[in-house]
């Protein structure tokens, strides 16, 4: 039945296939017997293997087992949770917080939560597809508006008659560009017109603003954002998502968010490692600095080759490359010369957007970007860039 759309995919070079990854030591890896250098990971403080993090989750699992043996409303629920809820709200200056058990799970429950039929949800066309999902499970009336365009979304504002709810919801940090939002006009607007804004913080939480707080730390509106998510499988290394935001918010996500009520609930050891995640990140602020020093030792050296990197402010820069049949043979002459970053290509970008999706993590050294930008030289040579 499927075999011939499969066909089709393979020779648009659309087509995804798993890459098995045998052992990781930092930002390397070892596939298919072969060690390579990571450039595409999210791990974006290299804590994902961090002795403290092992150390938390075994110790976990030793007194609760693995296991959270059912949904948070039923037994699932630990003292880890609502420590971890408290270490999470405290961390982005909120009363509450939730947790989630993914980030696709956070979003496609808080919106249709908080929207539904009569409501409008404003939403950015580069917004992640956890969020376009959420809003078309939400059943309100969706209007995306062009990315980071304020003036239309001011001027949509303006038109909106007898919605019981508007929502602003924009990435904070967006996934395949590497831009930030422009979180003081969305403050401003949502302030001006009494509307909910939602941020979603996936890639900024751990990465942006003075102490890795996010997009609201980063633009200094603290306080200001109704609900920000954000996960823990990124920068902290670990799993899971949250919610966080004033009490009654959280307080109605809870007992309103499908995704929240219906699923078992992280498991104990997860919670552990997260906690021990925040105690590094803030005695070891030095890690956000080698990771901002780490970006722009690469953003600087790809910019010296002639690559385009696009819009990036953070550590995802995009080495744009256009046809996908081009991102996938560049991915493919990359992992020859020992560096595994693979090729980004629609519907995860528009057509014609194609491009190698690099990031560098605190866990790189300054020989690991520069053997990068080096293996990027050759790409350059052979026609790539």
Known sequence: MFEQELSQLEKQYLLRRFMVVESYDGPRITVKGRNLLLMCSNDYLGLSGHPSLKEAAVKAMEHYGFGSGASRLISGTSVLHEELEKRISVFKGTESALLFNSGYAA??????AIAGDGDVIL???????SIIDGCRLSRANVVVYPHKDVDFLEST???IRNAKRTLIVTDGVFSMD?????LPELVMLAEKYGVILMVDDAHATGVIGK?????????GLSGRVHIQMGTLGKALGSFGAYAAGNRDVIEYLMNRTRNFIYSTALPPAVCAASLAAFDIIERE???LKTLWKNRERLVHGLAV????TGVSETPIIPVMLGESEKAMRASGRLFDYGIYATAVRPPSVPEGAARIRATVTAAHSSDDI???LAVFGRLKQEGYL
Request: aromatic letters at 2%; zero cysteines; glycine letters at 12%.
């Open 107 to 112: 979003n496609t429950g808080i919106i249709p």
């Open 285 to 287: 602020p030095e890690l």
């Open 157 to 159: 504002l303006k038109k």
């Open 178 to 182: 590497g831009d930030i939002a422009p």
């Open 123 to 129: 939403s950015d066309s580069l917004n992640h597809a």
């Open 211 to 219: 102490t890795g707080r996010g997009t609201a730390e980063h633009f």
């Open 305 to 308: 080759l002639g690559a385009v």
């Open 370 to 372: 520069d053997t990068a």
